[in-house]
Antibody
Framework: QVQLQESGPGLVKPSQTLSLTCTVS??????????WSWIRQHPGKGLEWIGY???????YYNPSLKSRVTISVDTSKNQFSLKLSSVTAADTAVYYC??????????????????????WGQGTTVTVSS | DIQLTQSPSFLSASVGDRVTITCRAS??????LAWYQQKPGKAPKLLIY???TLQSGVPSRFSGSGSGTEFTLTISSLQPEDFATYYC?????????FGPGTKVDIK
């Protein structure tokens, strides 16, 4: 079955760029019907959706982070990546990658709906500190 | 953004109890609501999607219902492995948002 694994530095200095990669195994990232997402969880807190990417490269970002976030995909490596620029201590969190199940297409609205995140990575802790 | 509230935020229950968690949305989200279970130090696990569809492999004691702005997750007979935090998530509108969570603890 499909498995996801996050990788990247566990410590990032303030003002620098956080970079994480999610490697997809057991299936192809280019399979239709799925989007690939990043979510974070601040220590002892709830979950925050960062954004997603489709294998074609189309993305959607949470407006609260949009100015600092870039999500990219490398289909040849079966990976997708997160870059978060100008980090501060407030970006310290566990970062998860996850697969998003595509739902029905709304032809009147010209958009897809989504069902949920059915496969998650184990998460990686990123601390922002000098 | 669509805000989700969950009640209760904390629940103390015994093995065998029937447990119900409510998730309310600040505006209608049709049936695009998912429920997750998270145990300490672990990633969330999808339990229910589309408000009432049981994810493959999830025990049938879990069920979901609702549409529009009010949703419920029910555990028909709480098992020891069910003590965890439960989150709802709406996927009807961008950005996708999560509820604040309901922690289910052992009485």
């Amino acid at each position: 079955q499909v498995q996801l694994q996050e990788s990247g530095p566990g410590l990032v200095k303030p003002s620098q760029t956080l970079s994480l990669t999610c490697t997809v195994s057991g299936g192809s990232i280019s399979s239709g019907g799925y989007y690939w997402s990043w979510i974070r969880q601040h220590p002892g807190k709830g979950l925050e959706w960062i954004g997603y990417i489709y294998y074609s490269g189309s993305t959607y970002y949470n407006p609260s982070l949009k100015s600092r976030v870039t999500i990219s995909v490398d289909t040849s490596k079966n990976q997708f990546s997160l870059k978060l620029s100008s980090v501060t201590a407030a970006d310290t969190a566990v970062y998860y990658c996850a697969r998003v199940l595509e739902g029905p297409y709304d032809s009147s609205g010209g958009r897809y709906y989504y069902y949920g995140m059915d496969v998650w990575g184990q998460g990686t802790t990123v601390t922002v500190s000098s | 953004d669509i805000q989700l509230t969950q009640s209760p935020s904390f629940l103390s229950a015994s093995v065998g109890d029937r447990v119900t968690i409510t998730c309310r949305a600040s505006q209608g989200i049709s049936s695009y609501l998912a429920w997750y279970q998270q145990k300490p130090g672990k990633a969330p696990k999808l339990l229910i999607y589309a408000a009432s569809t049981l994810q493959s492999g999830v025990p049938s004691r879990f069920s979901g219902s609702g549409s529009g702005t009010e949703f419920t997750l029910t555990i028909s007979s709480l098992q020891p492995e069910d003590f965890a935090t439960y989150y709802c998530q709406q996927l009807n509108s961008y950005p996708f948002t999560f509820g604040p969570g309901t922690k289910v603890d052992i009485k």
